[in-house]
Nanobody
């Protein structure tokens, strides 16, 4: 398995959850990795991306301030810390990886899902009010 997402579950509104995406070594060492989500009846939404090799970041405006992406504690992982959760954050969350970086406009194309090499299986996040 190239990407493995974990950490989903049920949280109360206002609570926090931390998702983790474990990648194979060759992905973590050179790819950009990020998180998307999709709710029923809605389009896929980009949240945040990180390139572990140079720590470059790219965020969706909607994610700034509540969602934080970082290298995980576990080896070859990228985590998404989600705070102040709202019922509208309920979705299936997917991690994704693409060869290359996030600088010089590449973050925008990553956010559009262009050229994604690997998708992880989604993990369900449910936020109750």
């Amino acid at each position: 398995v190239q990407l493995q997402a974990s950490g989903g579950g049920v949280a109360q509104a206002g609570g926090s959850l931390r998702l983790s995406c474990a990648a194979s070594g060759h992905i973590f060492s050179s790819y950009s990795m990020g998180w998307f989500r999709q709710s029923p009846g809605k389009e896929r939404e980009f949240l945040a991306a990180l390139r572990p090799s140079d720590d470059s970041l790219y965020f969706a405006d909607s994610a700034r301030g509540r969602f934080f992406i970082s290298r995980g504690v576990a080896e070859n992982t990228v985590d998404l810390q989600m705070n102040s959760l709202k019922p509208e954050d309920t979705a299936v969350y997917y991690c994704a990886a693409r060869s290359g970086g996030l600088k010089y406009g590449l973050g925008d194309s990553f956010a559009q899902g262009l050229g994604i090499n690997y998708w992880g299986k989604g993990t369900q996040v449910t936020v109750s009010s």
